[in-house]
Nanobody, 130 residues
Framework: QVQLVESGGGLVQAGGSLRLSCAASGRTFSTYAMGWFRQAPGNEREFVAA????????HYLDSVKGRFTISRDNAKNTVTLQMNNLKPEDTAVYYC???????????????????????WGQGTQVTVSS
């Protein structure tokens, strides 16, 4: 089992920045990739970004490319999502996710699907005001 705890959400004005962190514990040595998803009220959960932990390969939702950066610190078992130039449409609960399924290649199509991840955090609220 892997436990995930997110932190760093909050309220920010449009154009501002937030940094989300996800701390993993438990059987972290088996984790292959981690991702961030978000869910706004009335919407389905949406992929935001993912990272393959061993080599740092990343994937992003098109609408966040150039604004968001996902990174990892394997020594600390943490994944970070740096969010810049935030927009009101980024408002959502953000969830950290992890998978121990070592599937190659690490493709966007596969790892943008929420069903690929077995472990989920509780979520952290991000609110961007206009």
């Amino acid at each position: 089992q892997v436990q995930l705890v997110e932190s760093g959400g909050g309220l920010v004005q449009a154009g501002g920045s937030l940094r989300l962190s996800c701390a993993a514990s438990g059987r972290t040595f088996s984790t292959y990739a981690m991702g961030w998803f978000r869910q706004a009220p009335g919407n389905e959960r949406e992929f935001v970004a993912a990272i393959r932990l061993s080599v740092g390969t990343t994937h992003y939702l098109d609408s966040v490319k150039g604004r968001f950066t996902i990174s990892r610190d394997n020594a600390k078992n943490t994944v970070t999502l740096q969010m810049n130039n935030l927009k009101p449409e980024d408002t959502a609960v953000y969830y950290c996710a992890a998978t121990s399924q070592h599937i190659v290649p690490f493709t966007y199509i596969r790892f943008s699907r929420s069903g690929k991840y077995e472990y989920w955090g509780q979520g952290t609220q991000v609110t961007v005001s206009s």
